[in-house]
T-cell receptor, first 112, second 115 residues
Framework: EDQVTQSPEALRLQEGESSSLNCSYT??????LFWYRQDPGKGPEFLFTLYSAGEEKEKERLKATLTKKESFLHITAPKPEDSATYLCAVQAGSSNTGKLIFGQGTTLQVKP | DVKVTQSSRYLVKRTGEKVFLECVQDMDHENMFWYRQDPGLGLRLIYF?????MKEKGDIPEGYSVSREKKERFSLILESASTNQTSMYLC?????WGQGRDTQYFGPGTRLTVL
């Protein structure tokens, strides 16, 4: 069964304290892995798509990496405005309709 | 920029009412999706559509139906609203082609309360 697991469930950091969020997946052939940011009461906002192991993408303080079993979202010197829930999703190779499997998310709180 | 809009941000309905949630995207995307999001349960797929007039059940279709008469518009219908359908409803769309394929872009969500 295709599955996505994110850890930790919640993470508290001090401003400037770098850390990483993990997304482990088991799918029958990975077609794509997606990271989203979600603020309370709003829809998820797209961050990155990764398609193959070894691929990396960066945006401001965020960097996403991908291996054959997991993805990491590295947050360098976070600021309070980075506080949000980060969602990971995968698309299995067997899917040709764009259907994604979502993890439960990691809620990040960055304190000043 | 991709834009997905939803007809209401907040909605309050009574048990037994028929409820329509509308979603419109402006990027000519083939695929459209309806999710609900509840604390501790994450995002759950209700229905999706990969073409006009085409629809497929997601993981939790019971109590819901959908309509896609035009490519840009995807409607979610609660035939007879019940209190356990109180939730945040999210619409998304994606393209099947080219760079950035399959990336789902979400709308702002509709917070539905059924009394």
């Amino acid at each position: 069964e295709d599955q996505v697991t994110q850890s930790p469930e919640a993470l508290r950091l001090q401003e400037g304290e770098s850390s990483s969020l993990n997304c482990s997946y088991t799918v029958s052939g990975l077609r794509g892995l997606f990271w989203y940011r979600q603020d309370p009461g709003k829809g998820p906002e797209f961050l990155f798509t990764l398609y193959s192991a070894g691929e990396e993408k960066e945006k401001e303080r965020l960097k996403a990496t991908l291996t054959k079993k997991e993805s990491f979202l590295h947050i360098t010197a976070p600021k309070p405005e980075d506080s949000a829930t980060y969602l990971c999703a995968v698309q299995a190779g067997s899917s040709n309709t764009g259907k994604l499997i979502f993890g439960q998310g990691t809620t990040l709180q960055v304190k000043p | 920029d991709v834009k997905v809009t939803q007809s209401s941000r907040y909605l309050v309905k009574r048990t037994g009412e028929k409820v329509f949630l509308e979603c419109v995207q402006d990027m000519d995307h083939e695929n459209m999706f309806w999710y609900r999001q509840d604390p501790g349960l994450g995002l759950r797929l209700i229905y999706f559509s990969y073409d006009v007039k085409m629809k497929e059940k997601g993981d939790i279709p019971e109590g819901y139906s959908v309509s896609r008469e035009k490519k840009e518009r995807f409607s979610l219908i609660l035939e007879s609203a019940s209190t356990n359908q109180t939730s945040m409803y999210l619409c998304a769309s994606s393209s099947s082609w080219g760079q950035g394929r399959d990336t789902q872009y979400f709308g702002p969500g509709t917070r539905l309360t059924v009394l």
